[in-house]
């Protein structure tokens, strides 16, 4: 029997099959100490931080190291959420071995409580390598960022059916081979549905309708810090980019007006 006051651990969120949670990704201790005092349970240190912190315009270009550094960061601040990173582009899937040793060092080095990676059953033989060597896995498919170049863009997965059953196939091979949760990106709820009754492990929907057990949202598109337009799945709760704007207008018209600092704010 857990409390509320009880870290999270990958076994109480395999135990919330059936039941709705919110995940969030987080970038930094700043983030990280948001999502915790929220009381979301599980926070992920997505590689889209290569686009939400870095400025690129895809994923691609996160590193290993850039993920070990924002990891670390996250894992100071994350408190009782379990804290899963991303396993970016080109760091599983080499060989086996070389997947291995990366996800290690998300643990030994960032503190991490497991990885995230991207596909189906042609990564199921990694997922088993790295769980049977202690390493908790998030699965993720549907969607796969990482295969921008390959796909030509963002395109909704599964429509046809064929392609809804290579998924509900992807995930079945992923849960075998030992994935505690499964990430389902970017297709029809019917889809999503489908594929979270055919699993006993929680899914987690991003773009993928209301049925599956957990959502998880990118914290910049939640909190409208990146500005622009937002997906078509994404709720911004917040316009904290709007906000910091018209903050720091404020504060550059107070300096050239000499409304700051005032006698309060000297020693
Ligand atoms: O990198 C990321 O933020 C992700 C989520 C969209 C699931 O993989």
């Not at 993720?140 to 196939?169: D, F, T």
């Amino acid at each position: 029997m857990s409390t509320d006051t009880d870290a999270w651990t990958v076994a109480r969120i395999r135990a919330m099959k059936g039941r709705r949670f919110a995940c969030v990704t987080a970038t930094d201790a700043v983030t990280a100490r948001w999502a915790d005092a929220a009381g979301i349970p599980l926070v992920l240190v997505g590689d889209s931080l290569a686009m939400t912190v870095l400025g690129h315009s895809t994923t691609l270009p996160a590193t290993m190291e850039a993920m070990l550094h924002h990891t670390a960061a996250v894992v100071r601040g994350a408190g009782r959420a379990l804290v899963i990173a991303d396993m970016p582009f080109m760091s599983y899937q080499v060989s086996d071995d070389q997947a291995l040793a990366n996800a290690g060092r998300f643990l030994q080095e960032a503190g991490a409580a497991g990885v995230k990676l991207e596909g189906g059953r042609v990564r199921a033989g990694t997922v088993r390598r790295l769980v049977n060597n202690g390493i908790p896995v998030l699965g993720h498919i549907g969607l796969l960022p990482q295969s921008v170049r390959a796909m030509g863009g963002y395109p909704v997965q599964g429509r046809r059916p064929s392609e809804a059953a290579r998924l509900v196939a992807d995930a079945r091979a992923l849960e075998d081979a030992g994935a505690f949760a499964i990430v389902l990106e970017g297709m029809p709820p019917a889809v999503a549905r489908r594929i979270t009754q055919s699993v006993q492990v929680p899914t987690i929907g991003i773009g993928a309708g209301p049925q599956c057990d957990g959502q998880i949202l990118v914290i910049h598109d939640l909190l409208g810090l990146a500005g622009g337009r937002s997906p078509k799945f994404v709720a911004r709760y917040a316009e904290l980019g709007a906000q910091a704007v018209a903050a720091l207008e404020q504060f550059r018209r107070d300096v050239e007006a000499g409304r700051f600092p005032t006698t309060e704010h000297c020693y």
